[in-house]
């Protein structure tokens, strides 16, 4: 379980005429064992948002606390620590090693956790077993569609259990059945183990099973609501506000 604080960030990328406002005075609160999407026009700051909350990015000012740890305060190493030790990362990208197998990328954060063998190997089992791919535990990236990649690479974002997950588009490249299994996955990591869950999307379907929705424009808040009702509720109700803030882009 984590809790994550945001207090005025900034991130501003060049500088003089050519410089672009990615964020701009930024604050939020994330308790622990929440679900909260992110979502926003394209360019609005999300991907740049949940860079500087796993520690990837440094803002240009503000300040990141994750638990009672300022992210500022920590040094590299630390600070890669701490993203290997609490944080887990689903990039949109995969970012799967291609001469592993999918149980060889899963078991990644454990090895590098120093993890014993004899507890490695159930762990990947189980994780692959959860995102429906313990039939393509010896295959490469190569030989895996997108969308399995996808799922060993969320596999591998949570088989350390971490405090926080971060997920950029975690069903992008998945059907629609297999995207409910995943965000059933991810409601259950927030529900029955307590893992703050963080996530960009720009998918109101995707959005609908989160807590909280933030809606970004222009790298400011402009919105932030908590859900109620049901799914179906929940979709209408993001897929108007969006129309919303697009409108005053």
């Known amino acids: 379980m984590a809790t994550v604080r945001a207090a005025g960030l900034n991130k501003v990328y060049g500088e003089g005429p050519a410089a672009v406002v990615a964020l701009d005075h930024v604050d939020l609160s994330v308790e622990k064992g929440e679900f909260v999407a992110i979502m926003g026009p394209s360019g609005s700051g999300k991907s740049t948002l949940l860079a500087i909350l796993g520690g990837l990015e440094t803002p240009s000012d503000g300040s990141i606390t994750i638990d009672d740890a300022n992210l500022s305060d920590q040094n590299e190493t630390r600070l890669a620590e701490m993203r290997r030790e609490k944080i887990g990362f689903i990039f949109q990208s995969f970012n799967l090693v291609p001469v592993l197998t999918a149980e060889e990328n899963v078991a990644v954060p454990l090895l590098l956790a120093g993890r014993r063998a004899a507890e ?130």
């Open 120 to 249: 490695i190997r159930p762990r990947v089992e189980r994780m692959l077993g959860l995102v429906g791919l313990a039939d393509r535990r010896t295959h490469t990236p190569a030989e895996l569609s997108g969308g399995q990649q996808q799922r060993v690479a969320i596999a591998r974002a949570l088989v350390t259990e971490p405090a926080l997950v971060l997920a950029d588009e975690p069903t992008g490249n998945l059907d629609s059945k297999t995207s409910n299994e995943i965000l059933t996955l991810l409601r259950r990591s927030c529900d029955e183990l307590g893992q703050t869950m963080i996530v960009i999307t720009h998918d109101a379907g995707v959005a609908a099973w989160a807590d909280r929705v933030l809606y970004l424009r222009d790298g400011s808040i402009a919105a932030a609501e908590r859900q109620q009702g049901p799914l179906a509720a929940r979709i209408h109700a993001i897929r108007t506000r969006l129309e919303e803030v697009a409108a005053h882009a």
